[in-house]
C-alpha cells in the first residue's frame, strides 16, 4: 500500500512537470517567429535565431548527460531545476529590457536552448524511477504533458490576438517558476531504494561520444532518420504563423491549430499503451515516421484553414506514438550507463532538426513561397521515414 502510494504522488507530481514544461514549450518556441517578428525581424532572421538556439542545445546535451552517466549519484533533479532556473532569469531580463530587440533576441535564443536542453533530462528521470522499480507510467504522464501543450496553445492563441506579443513572455515566466518548484519537491529515485525486484545490471564503464555511435551503429542511423523528419516537423511548427497567414488568418487560429494536435496527443498516446502490447515499440516508431510525413504532406495540400486543421489530425498516430516508443526503445535497448545519453542523442538529433528546420524554412520561405517550403520539407520528411523503416532494430524485450 505504501508503495502504490509512493507511485501514485510520483506520477501526478511528474505529470504536472511535464504539463508545465510543455506548456512552457509551446510559448517560447511555437510562438518564437510571432513574437521576434514584432520585433522587426523577418524569416530568414528568425530562423537563423531558432537555428543558433537549437544548435547550441545539441552542443549541450551530450556533455551534460555524460556528465550525469558518469555521476554516482543521480544528477537530474540537479540538471531539471537549474536549467529552468536560468530560464527564469532569462525571462525577467527579456522584459526588462523591451527596447533592445537585438538582446531580445539573444536572450530568448537562450531560453530556448535551455527548455530544449531539458528535454531530454525530463525523460530520463522518468526513466530513473522506474528502472528502479517505482511504477512512474511515463506515457500516461507525458499524454498529460500534451493536455497542457494543447491548453496552452488555445490560451496563447487567446493571449496573443487579445493582448498583443508583449504578452508572451509574461507567460511563460510563469511557467519557469513553477518548474522550478516542481522539480526541486521531487525526492530523488537513489532515495527510494529498490521498490520491486529489478535486474541490476553489473558495472559498465561509460560510452564517449564516437564509440557510442560506432557501437550503436544502426541507431546512429535511427537518428539521421529522426534528424531529417524532425527538420520537416520543425518547418511546419516554426513558421505556422505564414502557413496560417498565407491563408487569410493569424494567431487565433495558428493556436486552434497546434491546441488540435496537442489535444489529440492525449489519446494518441493512450492509444501507444493499447498497440505496444501487440506491436513492439521499433514497430511504433517506424509507424510514427509514416505518419510525420502524412502530416507535412497534408499541410502543403492544404487549400483553407480547415485543412490544415484536418492535417493535424495524424499527431495522433505520429508525434504521439513517436515520443512514448523512443523513450521505451531507448531504455531497453541499451544498458545503464548509456541510457541517460542514448536518450541525450535522440533529443539532440530532434534539436538538429530544429536547426536545418529553422533554417531552412525561413529562407525559403523568403526566398521562394510557404508552398514551395511546405513542398521540400515533405520531400525530407519522406527520406527520413525510409531511414527509420530501414535502421530501428528489433528490440530483445517488450516495452
Not at 537549474?82 to 527579456?94: F, Y
Not at 529515485?189 to 535486474?199: H, P, Q, Y
Not at 518547418?235 to 496537442?262: D, P, Q
Amino acid at each position: 500500500m505504501e508503495h502504490r502510494k509512493i507511485s501514485l504522488g510520483l506520477n501526478i507530481k511528474y505529470g504536472v512537470m511535464q504539463a508545465l514544461y510543455w506548456m512552457g514549450f509551446v510559448a517560447t518556441y511555437n510562438y518564437a517567429a510571432y513574437y521576434l517578428s514584432d520585433k522587426g525581424f523577418n524569416s530568414s532572421d528568425i530562423g537563423l535565431i531558432l537555428a543558433f538556439a537549437n544548435i547550441f542545445a545539441a552542443l549541450l546535451q551530450p556533455p551534460i548527460a555524460a556528465y550525469a552517466d558518469r555521476a554516482s549519484k543521480s544528477k537530474l533533479k540537479s540538471i531539471i531545476w537549474i536549467l529552468s532556473l536560468a530560464n527564469l532569469v532569462l525571462t525577467v531580463l527579456i522584459l526588462v529590457i523591451k527596447g533592445h530587440p537585438y538582446l531580445t533576441a539573444i536572450f530568448l535564443m537562450l531560453i530556448i536552448s535551455f527548455i530544449l536542453t531539458l528535454h531530454s533530462f525530463i525523460n530520463s528521470f522518468a526513466m530513473e524511477y522506474a528502472n528502479k522499480g517505482i511504477q512512474l507510467n511515463f506515457t500516461i504522464t507525458r499524454a498529460v504533458g500534451s493536455l497542457g501543450a494543447a491548453l496552452s496553445s488555445l490560451g496563447m492563441g487567446f493571449i496573443a490576438s487579445r493582448f498583443g506579443p508583449e504578452a508572451v513572455p509574461l507567460t511563460y515566466l510563469v511557467m519557469f517558476i513553477l518548474i522550478v518548484a516542481v522539480a526541486i519537491s521531487f525526492k530523488p529515485a537513489d532515495k527510494f531504494g529498490t521498490l520491486s525486484d529489478v535486474e541490476k545490471p553489473a558495472y559498465i564503464p561509460p560510452t564517449g561520444a564516437l564509440r557510442f555511435l560506432w557501437k550503436y551503429k544502426k541507431f546512429a542511423g535511427l537518428l539521421l532518420g529522426a534528424t531529417l523528419i524532425f527538420s520537416s516537423y520543425n518547418m511546419v511548427i516554426n513558421f505556422m504563423i505564414n502557413i496560417v497567414e498565407r491563408l487569410g488568418y493569424g494567431t487565433a487560429e495558428m493556436g486552434t491549430a497546434l491546441a488540435i494536435a496537442g489535444f489529440l496527443e492525449v489519446p494518441g498516446m493512450a492509444l501507444y499503451i493499447i498497440l505496444v502490447k501487440k506491436r513492439k515499440c521499433s514497430t511504433l516508431l517506424q509507424l510514427s515516421s509514416v505518419f510525420f510525413t502524412l502530416k507535412t504532406l497534408a499541410v502543403f495540400l492544404s487549400g483553407n484553414i480547415y485543412h490544415v486543421y484536418a492535417a493535424h489530425i495524424t499527431q495522433l498516430l505520429s508525434f504521439a506514438i513517436f515520443v512514448p516508443a523512443s523513450v521505451y526503445y531507448i531504455n531497453n535497448l541499451m544498458p545503464a550507463n548509456d541510457k541517460i545519453k542514448g536518450q541525450a542523442y535522440m533529443t539532440t538529433t530532434i534539436t538538429l532538426g530544429g536547426v536545418i528546420g529553422s533554417l531552412l524554412g525561413g529562407t525559403l520561405i523568403d526566398a521562394l513561397s510557404v508552398p514551395s517550403m511546405l513542398l521540400i520539407a515533405t520531400i525530407i520528411s519522406a527520406l527520413g521515414t525510409l531511414f527509420m523503416i530501414i535502421f530501428t532494430e528489433k528490440e530483445k524485450v517488450t516495452c
